[in-house]
């Protein structure tokens, strides 16, 4: 390969967000990981993803830290280096979707405490519901020069899911003003020659940057990364090898010595790595101590490939039909899902789809009859509340849930007022920051919580600090 | 790849040797193997790995089985399956080397009680110390019809293991009349791109088929057999997922996912794998929750790659340091390793040479200066006791170690008489089959320890068995 043109390729560390998010349950402090960051630094990372995902939950709701706060300390730290962080469209990172005026003020938030670049997903790859963050970015992009709108389209397999699908949605991505297009296989599904596929097809649709994320659960990760890059990619997404395999992503020492005088090299320093994967694994001891890091999670769970279903859709299954006393109708489940997934228009077996698909499915079985039983969340898809599917909804299903109710065709968010005013007038009695709102926003109950836990930290430190004798505080 | 040639590639199957000798210290009894081996037996793997290594040790030592009915209960079960051994050499199983006459004895009876393929490894990979075994499976196989020798090389970085080297090797391994030939990465040192030049270069020296053999260890293994195999590589050793991973191989539900619909596809049916997964899936979760699996041995260890060096060999030399309160030596002999390493012909760092080499960079670094003391086994290499290394060794140590001393150049077993006779007279007493004499050659007082439990054993299930009333056996 020596006479190739070089084309090094790069990393994203996720060791601050998904690797922690996957291993163990989100919960790293924002104190563990300073005392490492000016090494991260040296690196030369493409970025590091620190920010996002569930680390804003579990920021606020476990660690009783403020997540706008861990940012800007981030930031102070990575004086070279890009910050990343995990964007859920429309539903920024909460559970509902949100006005625009509230997704256009999360965007320009993030920039401005210290993220570069925001990945945009959709559970259901419907671009409109990506659409208002992507230009939220571009225009804080035009106006301060920071800010990059990376859109990652979530993995899945399926009839629709062809070659063509996958090409035609990298140009609706450039098209639509995005500053690279992720693949974001969040249950290890993507296999290495179907990557040597994708890739390739992709890069001849798109002069887009393509990066590649996957997860190690079923084993393959490592060998799909390699094939993605040969056939073109350009980052992919690694974890310090502490916190890599099982359940998060392929180790980055593994992949930096793997392409070494490649054309890829990535030229990253291995001591420098060295040093960082010295400083985790004390802690992963520890994690592998307490049980919050459960070495079940470090296997291959080989099921996802088996059933080309996530594997916590499968546990999800599982605990269901074990609340039932039903364990024996597990195949039956299996065979169902794909078919409610072909009713819902086949849509991506990502959260929250996957969970909607699972439990439906679960109901079918249990009921003796298809849709006898409808969720919440299945009849809300069947009325577009989420979206456009791939694939057309099965009528008949729509007949029998939701009959002769409305259904929408537009972009959900279309039917949602702003709303930045009223979360304001809401919780106006706790708002120390701009940011406030946004927390409370995303997690109203979570948020009030802690912002009542963060000013009874104030009054007892600032009771501690005080001057008593002068009855006056420091300055 | 639609229109490429079929080329079938093939699995062994390690969880019966090498994955729990890697894992859980080589404790798996025989009574776990037997109920899954009807199961196994249906896959149609290139052959199950099941027999040799310390697998021999351990069952007379630890789980008071005799390995040689161990072999032939397994032979009993797969009707269909190669059964595949791990063979050192003239050291045959043991830690010494052994006379012609028990090495043959001992190729004649493995294959007598149901072993097909003998892999025959040495750890200078010096030929000599492997051709009486390959030589003695031979002549089994033209009289018997079953017997295969493979030739193991052991796999080594070092300026001395050039492409030309390896090439050089498959040649004569070739010449020397083994049926096939394995690279043996007992440290998973082997690269992926470099598993490239290496099988390529090799399919192009030799018509035999070439088989890779390595371990999870440094995080590479699955993409190194990937490479290896569209580089031409025939067979890759794989463990069922449970008992895989890690210390152990890559898993073989994921290598055989990957290749399906390729031409390398193994056409193994997943659903065959996955009883068998879901059969050891519960005693992985045993062995976590004793204590027998440590966690620790699932993860990366990327040092392997970072220094070259066996990651196993890091570890001693950690425990060396430690007993010596010189921890702060550590990068010191680390720098010594490969200045001894040359000194002693640049061996390959595989047991027992990386010991040897480890614990001599240790001395040499502790006592300040070089070779001021040498361990009895620096010696006996220094002698040629352990055969010719690819380098010849420095005349300065020779000189300083073992002055005046004669060194041998011959093939070592030359000078070892035959020692069957006198085996067998010193164990008569014990004997209860031919196989006897060869456990009590290889392991003297562990077999003795054996046949003195088997024997008392055999005494209490014939006293609760006899008809006491009549006074005589059951027939
Ligand atoms: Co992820
Ligand atoms: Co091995």
């Known amino acids: 390969m020596s006479e190739q043109v070089k084309k090094p390729i790069g990393i994203v560390e996720t060791v601050l967000r998904d690797a922690h998010q996957s291993l163990i349950a989100t919960r790293m402090p924002t104190e563990m990981m300073l005392p490492i960051i000016d090494t991260m630094d040296k690196v030369g990372y493409h970025a590091v993803e620190c920010w996002g995902g569930a680390t804003f939950d579990a920021s606020l709701r476990f660690l009783k830290e403020d997540p706008w706060e861990r940012l800007r300390k981030l930031k102070d730290g990575f004086k070279n280096t890009k910050l990343q962080m995990l964007f859920r469209g429309q539903n920024i990172l909460g559970y509902r979707p949100y006005a625009d005026d509230v997704v256009d003020y999360f965007v320009e938030k993030s920039i401005a405490n210290g993220i570069d670049i925001i990945r945009i997903f959709d559970c259901f790859n419907d671009l409109r519901n990506l659409q208002e963050a992507v230009s939220a970015t571009s225009k804080v992009k035009a106006r301060e020069g920071r800010g990059h709108a990376q859109v990652a389209l979530s993995y899945t397999l399926g009839d629709a899911y062809t070659l063509d699908y996958w090409v035609d949605m990298a140009k609706k991505v450039e098209e639509m003003g995005a500053d690279s297009i992720c693949i974001k296989d969040m249950a290890g599904l993507l296999l290495p020659y179907e990557a040597t596929k994708m890739i390739s097809a992709m890069k001849g649709a798109t002069s887009l940057p393509i990066e590649l994320h996957t997860h190690y659960t079923s084993g393959v990760a490592s060998m799909t990364y390699m094939k993605a890059i040969e056939a073109g990619a350009d980052i992919i997404d690694c974890a310090i090898s502490p916190m890599a395999m099982g359940t998060s992503q392929p180790a980055t020492e593994v992949m930096v010595e793997t392409f070494k005088g490649t054309p890829y090299d990535t030229g990253y320093d291995q001591n420098v790595l060295a040093e960082i994967a010295d400083y985790f694994r004390p802690h992963r001891d520890e994690w592998l101590a307490s049980g919050l890091l459960n070495p079940k999670v470090m296997g291959v769970d080989i099921k996802t490939l088996l059933y080309q279903v996530p594997g916590g859709m499968l546990s999800n299954m599982v605990s269901q039909l074990k609340e039932q006393n039903a364990e024996d109708k597990y195949y039956d489940v299996l065979r169902e899902i794909p078919e409610v997934r072909k009713d819902l228009g086949e ?129």
Chains 1, 2 share one sequence.
């Open 347 to 475: 849509p991506p077996l990502v959260t929250p789809s996957s969970q909607i698909v699972g439990t439906q499915a679960v109901f079918n079985v249990l009921m003796g009859e298809r849709y006898k039983m409808a969720t919440k969340e299945t009849k809300a898809v069947l009325r577009g509340e989420y979206g456009q599917t791939v694939k057309p909804m099965n009528q008949a299903v729509i007949d029998k849930v939701i009959p002769g109710e409305e259904r929408i065709t537009c972009r959900p968010a279309d039917l949602i007022e702003n709303e930045l005013d009223k979360l304001e007038a809401e919780m106006k009695e706790w708002k120390q920051q701009d940011e406030d709102v946004l927390s409370y926003a995303l997690f109203p109950q979570v948020a009030v919580d802690f912002f009542k836990y963060r000013q009874a930290q104030q009054e007892k430190v600032d009771m501690t600090q005080a001057d008593t004798k002068n009855a006056a505080y420091p300055v």
